[in-house]
């Protein structure tokens, strides 16, 4: 299985700043995300981590506003850039292992945007 | 377009009683099904998924290709059941990011 932690566990920022979240997997993974999860909603894809390359966002995210590195396979941050108090929200960071065909998740990070 | 449906939000249920999650789809091609759950203060995790077609912790789902659906089930609720149940899909070339339904929220009551 994959072990997947995240930091930090909660924030809360001011409005136009921004936060970096990362994420580091115990074990080498094919394919990494980030989900949003805002409250009472469900999971949103926001984008896939691609190693070495820009990740590729869902409809409704861009790079601008959710920049996301991943300079190896266990390792992923994702940037909340010029917050706003809609961006208050859980964000999920995910990992695929091929050989298990599961999907993990990490513990999320709550980020609370004044 | 892929899309999950869950129609309830919250099920309560009595402690020995039936349980059924309902879950539909919608996915142009043939899709992987899963079942996570979320319990309080824990993290997402896998509870089931149809090519799998095993049962754990007393649940099954058993995928309805007709009807896309893909219900949980569990013949006698216990309370440790109460938690939070995402349904949600991927392609079946395994690559492919989860789309997760809104969830539904189990409470079993003793």
């Known amino acids: 299985s994959a072990v997947i932690s995240q930091k930090p566990s909660r924030d809360i920022c001011q409005r136009g700043t921004s936060l970096t979240i990362q994420c580091q997997v115990d074990?080498?993974?094919?394919?990494m995300f980030w989900y949003r999860q805002q409250p009472g909603q469900s999971l949103t894809l926001i984008a896939t981590a691609n190693q070495g390359s820009e990740a590729t966002y869902e409809s409704g995210f861009v790079i601008d506003k959710f920049p996301i590195s991943r300079p190896n396979l266990t390792f992923s941050t994702l940037t909340v850039s010029n917050m706003s108090p809609e961006d208050s929200s859980i964000y999920l960071c995910?990992?695929?292992?091929?050989?298990?065909?599961?999907?993990?998740f990490g513990p999320g990070t709550r980020l609370t945007v004044l | 377009a892929q899309r999950v449906t869950q129609p309830e939000k919250l099920l309560s249920v009595f402690k020995g009683a039936p349980v059924e999650l309902k879950c539909n789809y919608s996915?142009?091609?043939?899709?992987?099904l899963f079942w996570y759950v979320q319990y309080s203060r824990q993290r997402l995790q896998l509870l089931l998924r149809?090519?799998s077609r095993e049962s754990i912790k007393g649940f099954t789902a058993d995928l309805n290709k007709g009807e896309t659906s893909f219900h949980l089930k569990k013949p006698f609720a216990q309370e440790e059941d109460s938690a939070m149940y995402y349904c949600?899909?991927?392609?079946?070339?395994?690559?492919?990011?989860?789309?997760f339904g809104k969830g539904t929220r189990l409470s079993v009551i003793a």
């Open positions: 996915y142009s091609g043939s899709p992987e």
């Open positions: 149809h090519i």
């Open positions: 074990s080498q993974v094919t394919m």
């Open positions: 995910s990992a695929l292992l091929l050989a298990r065909y599961e999907q993990f």
């Open positions: 949600a899909l991927s392609g079946l070339s395994g690559n492919t990011p989860l789309v």
